[in-house]
């Protein structure tokens, strides 16, 4: 059972939270996450995949003791899929029940099954229903993988949080949840959107940064491969990738080094693992023979 924390006092405080629960960040960020909270306002981030943009929700509700309701976004995505839906079967089930009554109030029938009972309730509107522990933490995960037109739609969630379902009337938040929305920028949110979002383009981090990371995540690894494999990966970012290896393939690469009992890197520790790394046959490519040692030459040299 989750214990519920109060919000932090202070950009300090914030950093602090992160921090303990592994989240290793820049203070602009925290400054930003210690605003949203504040100011009950949703927080918008961008940045490359696999940077910790999904990660900032997980940590929020884990963090103040809350509840976490995810929507991942894909093209496609409907209000059915999102927000809600009727039970449509058990609407039947009732107006057949009622006819065999011979129940003839059509009127009260109507009402009768667009009740609450009926209405099943998807990601965006269980967020905005009271809990004991405090509002949700609500997740728009990938948002540039939705449609303009359901963009368009979350504009009145997030604006009054609340839902205006045409058979049932309206549902508005007592307290607003804590929002986080993302996008990997394939494509670009409408100004819209953003103005009613406190905004934060989320970077790769800093040697520095990724070294804690790692150790944090990653428990076991040795001082040595850890520094190594940061190393590279930082000079990796600086090759003419497809796709860059974001902070969680950094995670993944030092693990699966772990578990391979690896001491330090070689070229051909670092062929056989280099999936779990880069994610693209054409990059993987590139990192053959001349371009690996250059990039091993370049790690060691930081």
Known sequence: MMTTSALPSSVD???????????????????????????????????EAGVGKTEIAKVLSAALGRKLIRLQCYEGLDIASAVYEWNSAAQMIAIRLAEAAGDADREQLSSDIFAERYLIKRPL???????????????????????????????????????????????????????????????????ALKRRCLYHWIDY???????????????????????????????LRNQDLYKNPGVAETIDWATALTE???????????????????????????????????????????
């Open 205 to 235: 981090p800093s040697a520095e940064r990724e070294l804690a990371i790692v150790k944090s995540r990653v428990p076991g690894i040795s001082a040595k491969l850890s520094q190594q494999v940061v190393d590279f990966v930082q000079a």
């Open 125 to 191: 509107l269980q967020s905005l229903e009271p809990d004991v522990a405090g509002p949700p933490v609500l997740l728009v995960d990938e948002l540039d993988r939705a449609d303009e037109a359901f963009e368009a739609y979350l504009l009145e969630i997030l604006s009054d949080f609340q839902v205006t379902i045409p058979e049932f009337g309206t549902v508005k938040a007592l307290t607003p949840p804590v929002v986080i929305v993302t996008s990997n920028r394939t494509r670009e949110i409408h100004d």
């Open 260 to 302: 391979l009992d690896a001491r330090s890197l070689t070229s051909q520790v670092v062929g056989d693992t280099i999936g779990a790394l880069l994610k693209y046959q054409d990059d993987i490519g590139r990192m053959q023979d001349d371009s690996l040692q250059k990039v091993l030459k370049e790690a060691s040299s930081e």
């Open 13 to 47: 405080a914030t950093l602090d939270m992160l921090a303990k629960h592994r989240y290793f960040t820049e203070r602009s960020l925290a400054t930003v996450v210690f605003l949203s909270l504040r100011m009950g306002r949703p927080l918008f981030l961008e940045g």
